[in-house]
């Protein structure tokens, strides 16, 4: 029995010296993210089943939207309100279809543009389209329904899996497609492969979308720009003509890097939702911010890029790992 205790006594210290070492490396690997970032609020929901996808900035209101979906259960994905200056969650939103029935989705991304709010379908091939004004209205824990649904899919060979949205300040919404690898389910589809004589290989693609009053949807049918994108892209936000890209998959990979658009690359045309659309190469980044773990999407608020954050609702490893993933951090909107 003593040789027993003292087996488990040994494998109890190895991991603690494990665990201290490890959050020492990641202490001193973030000490440039500290220098630049600042501690906005606590994400939302913190500790629970809720996972952390979308962040959008509304500035109307000057109400943050947390987006995402309630791990493990069937339980309606929700959209948390949080008061910029108050720095709290206001209210929790569950969102429903247009038929009423709960949209259970991963919904990994969110962005408002006047008095829209657009929710990344992820394998749905879709946006949902709900209407601000009745979010931000709508009692806590209260029910919002979807008013309509911008398909992203013309066949299986000509779809865009919406893994995260962003707007730009100069009217474009991006949807984004996320891409690993080694998961079968996260490879993309084959049509979005760009293999070019020099330079790297590419297997998935960032599309724009002008902003149209005019339209039902509020954006134009038509995408406008193609950018091919690099692996393990989370999020996107745009601002002065540069492109922030979040990059991250688990434990490491996880990086803010910022491009200059002026300084991309023209490589003809491709052909995406049934239309002939300019193709894009991104130039190299000119600023790159290593930060926590697990970054998700982004979204720009007076200046500075906020970072929703998907280790922020994994208890376990946030005690095993305390490196501040419980807050909402904020860098600056660096410009070249």
Not at 191 to 220: R, W
Not at 307 to 326: D, R, S, Y
Request: hydrophobic share 40%; charged share 20%; aromatic share 12%.
């Amino acid at each position: 029995m003593k040789k027993v205790l003292k087996r488990i006594l040994i494998i109890l210290l190895g991991l603690a010296v494990l665990v201290v070492l490890h959050t020492g490396f990641y202490h001193i690997s973030l000490r440039d993210f500290r220098s630049q970032s600042v501690q906005e609020f606590h994400q939302p929901d913190l500790y629970t089943v809720f996972d952390e996808q979308g962040i959008a900035y509304d500035e109307e209101s000057g109400l943050f939207l947390f987006s995402g979906y309630m791990r493990g259960t069937k339980s309606p994905s929700p959209v948390y309100l949080v008061d910029k200056n108050l720095k709290t969650v206001l209210k929790k939103i569950n969102l429903c279809k247009e038929d009423g029935s709960d949209l259970v989705c991963h919904c990994g991304g969110i962005a408002v543009h006047d008095n829209l709010v657009f929710l990344a379908g992820s394998t749905d091939c879709c946006l949902y389209i709900y209407d601000k004004s009745e979010i931000l209205e709508s009692a806590d824990n209260g029910r919002v329904l979807c008013k309509q649904v911008f398909s992203l899919h013309v066949s299986d060979q000509d779809k865009v899996r919406a893994s995260f949205v962003g707007v730009s300040d100069d009217g474009m919404l991006y949807v984004g497609e996320f891409y690993h690898p080694l998961i079968p389910s996260l490879r993309g589809i084959i049509e979005h492969s760009f293999h070019p004589s020099s330079g790297k290989s590419t297997y998935s693609i960032l599309v724009g979308f002008p902003f149209d009053a005019s339209s039902k949807f509020g954006i134009q049918p038509e995408p406008a720009v193609v950018y091919r994108l690099p692996e393990y892209v989370q999020g996107v936000t745009s601002y002065k003509n540069t492109l922030v890209l979040s990059r991250s998959f688990a434990m490491p990979r996880s990086k803010l890097e910022y491009y200059a658009l002026d300084e991309a690359f023209g490589e003809g045309s491709t052909t995406v939702l049934g239309c002939e659309v300019p193709l894009y190469r991104l130039p190299e980044q000119f600023k790159t911010i290593k930060c926590i773990p697990m970054n998700e999407c982004l979204a720009v608020a007076d200046d500075r890029v906020y970072i929703a954050n998907e280790l922020a609702n994994m208890p376990i490893i946030g005690w095993i790992l305390p490196i501040g993933a419980e807050w909402c951090y904020s860098v600056p909107c660096y410009t070249k």
